[in-house]
């Protein structure tokens, strides 16, 4: 029979490994990233909503506020692995104060370049997360001109 305290050396154990393959995999700013999330989650006043389903299956959506035609806040939101997660976190924080033309020039490569450490074959998480921030422009300047 394990005791409270072997039970909770196993479990800081197992959590130390956690950390440290998280680290390995996705390094030093996808660690942080994953213990303190940031830009995720659905925004209610978004100005711009933008909706994709990649060929991998996950779905990103990302969110925008406009304040005199730059970014003010936005979110990501994804039924995806960790990684779409953690490109739609980092696609948003590049798209803050920028206006729809800087966002139009943000690539994939830029999102895993602010990651920093990224494993390839998941990288086309980073180039979902950006054409969904696009659609998202797109949809603001619709609305902003009235026009398709």
């Known amino acids: 029979m394990?005791?409270?305290?072997?039970?909770?050396a196993l479990i800081d154990e197992i959590q130390g490994k956690i950390l440290l393959e998280t680290q390995e995999i996705y390094g030093e700013r996808g660690l942080?990233?994953?213990?303190?999330?940031?830009?995720?989650?659905r925004l209610d006043d978004a100005d711009a909503h933008g909706r994709i389903t990649g060929k991998c299956g996950d779905t990103m959506e990302i969110f925008l506020?406009?304040?005199?035609?730059?970014v003010s806040k936005a979110s990501s939101f994804t039924d995806g692995c960790?990684?779409?997660r953690l490109c739609g976190s980092f696609a948003a924080e590049l798209?803050?104060?920028k206006n729809p033309e800087e966002l139009f020039d943000l690539t994939g490569e830029d999102v895993?370049?602010?990651?920093?450490?990224?494993?390839?074959?998941?990288?086309h998480c980073a180039f979902l997360a950006v054409k969904t921030m696009q659609e998202a422009v797109n949809a603001y300047l619709v609305k902003q001109t009235g026009q398709k």
């Open 2 to 8: 394990m005791t409270d305290k072997k039970y909770d």
């Open 32 to 41: 942080e990233r994953w213990q303190n999330p940031q830009f995720n989650g």
């Open 65 to 70: 506020c406009f304040d005199n035609n730059r």
């Open 82 to 84: 960790f990684s779409s």
């Open 95 to 97: 798209a803050i104060g």
């Open 112 to 123: 895993l370049k602010a990651i920093g450490t990224f494993p390839k074959k998941e990288a």
